[in-house]
């Protein structure tokens, strides 16, 4: 037998050329289902424009060229000149990728839309719009967009009991600029403990200047000394940071300061200082290479007190409330980038001399990913909406399932609650691990790492699946974030608020299996969280805190992905939420109660499809086609 091909050689033979990526804004199906349920019809019109041009950019070669050396163009800290003397301020050095991704997210609005007047209540869903075509393009840059947004917010909430001529007012003005703006940090975690920062080892010493810039003194010119050692700092390249140290009480209080500070010196010369922020070394990461996360130093770093002298800790919730919704949008962005990669790459990919992109087995894996992202999304646009509504008033025209929230304010600020915590927690957990699923279904390529190529972001899904790792780690871990959501509904009244909420919601599915499905793990979930009403119940609770959880994101996500299908009756919509509340997809199985989410009510019980119905449901929801008459059998037929 004879072989007409000639041998490959290093540039002859199969070389795969996978489909560009395409602009999510007008490809992300999902998105858009989101922003139409999610925003009026007028807030849409006025976006769209620069959405399109927003999502153009994100996939641009430019883009790419900025994430590759920022990748590839670590940042590093200077601190001595070449003779050994220490300079003003240490100098820490970033790549011009870094910098230009950020300036252009900036200009967009990735923070200034979150606070800018013209959208209203719908500010912060208007900004998460943007900040999920932003995030998987930042190389990383979400996270000091998501410091200074969360910063922005805390500042805010400050500047009514401040007067007009407090530094404040400047400070939030600059925070929000879509030019010209300053990046803040957080500075939390010390040496003896992140998740539990009352163990501070920073002191605060109050040492007013004599003289200072008019009656409050500008930023750089605050009554209160800061020294200790702040443990993880990212953004380090930020303009202002927002510090916890304890005053003489022995209480935490939240400060803010400038990282350099101007002087004039003995010959009444001008210049920048450091504001007693010493880089000790850049950490050495798994990924968010591009970012600089330092260990700092302290030492009589000059800072305001902001929010109520020793309430630090409840000051700062307001930033890492916001904060925690930017963590779950980044994590959903990168995850669709994953996802993308992964599918254009079944398109050019043929095994056994079958497309592999209708592969049953291989759809099969896909559909779980897109089935899974689908609700995650919805869970994370309620939570932010819901942000939205409770900082800047509830629209009269909100959607049904808000209108049940916006009579009852109180019950809107505990659901919140329950969900900042929960959404970012889930979701950053649960898309981390889906990532495993994208890289391998990209075989081998898929593996490629940061040594290997470094300048060819565009289908790397090892760069985003490290960066996206950290999303479970910072602004709270699974478990802390666990423990917060049970503790919060099992405090007061809130259950009891929380079950009024979600039962209405419940009664709210039409489909009779599915409302009865819901109605009875909510019944069994609730009734698994109520000893934790009482101390000597709490700890056995919060033992299985994360089963609650996983298992409420689970119960709230089918609620909305039910909703979302009634509203417009879209098949492949009531095929995904069919998915979740009857198969109990959507959840990695054993986070949640398995005995809760794998139960189905009487009236489910014949709603299976036969498994060639699956498949042809499976290549609507992966590619939004019906299965075409050539696909893949997924198996070698024998020759005859
Ligand atoms: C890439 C990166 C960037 C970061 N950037 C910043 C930053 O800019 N600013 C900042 O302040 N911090 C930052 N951090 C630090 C991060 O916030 C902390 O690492 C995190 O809060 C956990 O704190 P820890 O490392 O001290 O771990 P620990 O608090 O010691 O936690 C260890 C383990 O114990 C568990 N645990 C702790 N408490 C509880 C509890 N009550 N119940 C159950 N389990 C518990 C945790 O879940 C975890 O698994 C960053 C971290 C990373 C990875």
Known sequence: ???????????????????????????????????QWYLPQDVLDKITPDLHDFGSDAISHETNVHIGNAESQEPYVKAHNVWGARYEADRLVTSNGWKELGKWGIKYGVVGLGYEEEFGPYRRTVQHAFNYLFSASSAAYSCPVS??????????????????????????????????????????????????????????TYAPLTSKTG??????????????????????????????????????????????????????TSKRVSNGIRIHRLKTKMGTKELPTAEIELRNARAHLIGPKDRGIATIALLLNTTRTHNFITALSCLRRALDIAKAFALARRTIDQSLWTFPMHLNVLAQLEVKHRGWMQLAFFTSSLLSYVDNGFPDDAPQIFSLLAKLPNTATV????????????????????????????????YMGKSDEPDEPEFNVSRLWRDTASNSVWEGTTNVLASETVRHLTKGQNLELFNTWIVSAI?????????????????????????????????????????????????????????????????????????WV????????????????????????????????????????????????NSSAGYRTAKI
């Not at 500042?155 to 007067?163: A, E, K, N």
């Not at 069994?524 to 934790?532: D, F, H, N, T």
């Open 1 to 35: 037998m004879s072989n007409s091909r000639p041998p490959s050689t290093v540039d002859e033979g199969l070389i795969l050329s996978p489909p560009a990526l395409q602009n999510p804004a007008t490809t992300d199906h999902v998105f858009q289902r989101i922003l």
């Open 215 to 268: 009656r409050f003194g500008n930023i750089g010119e605050g009554d209160y000394l800061l020294s200790g050692f702040k443990w993880f700092c990212s953004a380090t390249d930020c303009n202002i940071v927002l510090l916890l140290a304890k005053t003489e009480s022995g209480e935490l209080s939240l400060f803010v300061a400038p990282t350099v500070r101007e002087v004039v010196d003995a010959q009444g």
């Open 507 to 579: 009664a709210q599915v039409s489909d009779l299996a599915s409302m009865e499905t819901l109605q009875s793990v909510w019944t069994s979930l609730k009734e698994r969280l109520a000893p934790g009403q009482k101390d000597q119940g709490l700890a056995a609770v919060l033992g299985v805190a994360r089963q609650i959880m996983f298992t409420l994101a689970w119960l709230v996500s089918c609620i909305l992905l039910s909703l979302d299908a009634q509203r417009d009756k879209d098949a492949v919509a009531f095929e995904v939420a069919r998915r």
């Open 415 to 446: 659901v919140l609650r329950a969900f900042t915590s929960t959404s970012k927690a889930v979701i950053c957990k649960s898309s981390t691990l889906a990532f495993q699923e994208c890289q391998e279904a990209m075989g081998g390529v898929g």
């Open 147 to 204: 410091m200074t947004s969360g910063a922005a917010r805390l500042v805010r909430h400050q500047l009514s009991s401040v007067p007009p001529d407090h530094p404040f007012h400047e400070l939030y003005a600059r925070l929000i600029a879509r030019e010209n703006n300053w990046i803040s940090a957080q500075w939390m975690t010390e040496r003896p403990g992140g998740s539990d920062v009352r163990n501070s080892e920073t002191v605060a």
């Open 582 to 629: 009857l198969d109990g997809q959507g959840i990695p199985g054993e986070f949640g109660f398995t005995d809760l989410i794998y139960q189905r009510s009487v009236t489910a019980q014949d709603r299976k499809p036969s498994d060639r119905e699956r498949t042809e449901w499976d290549c609507r929801i992966v590619w939004g086609i019906d299965l075409p008459s």
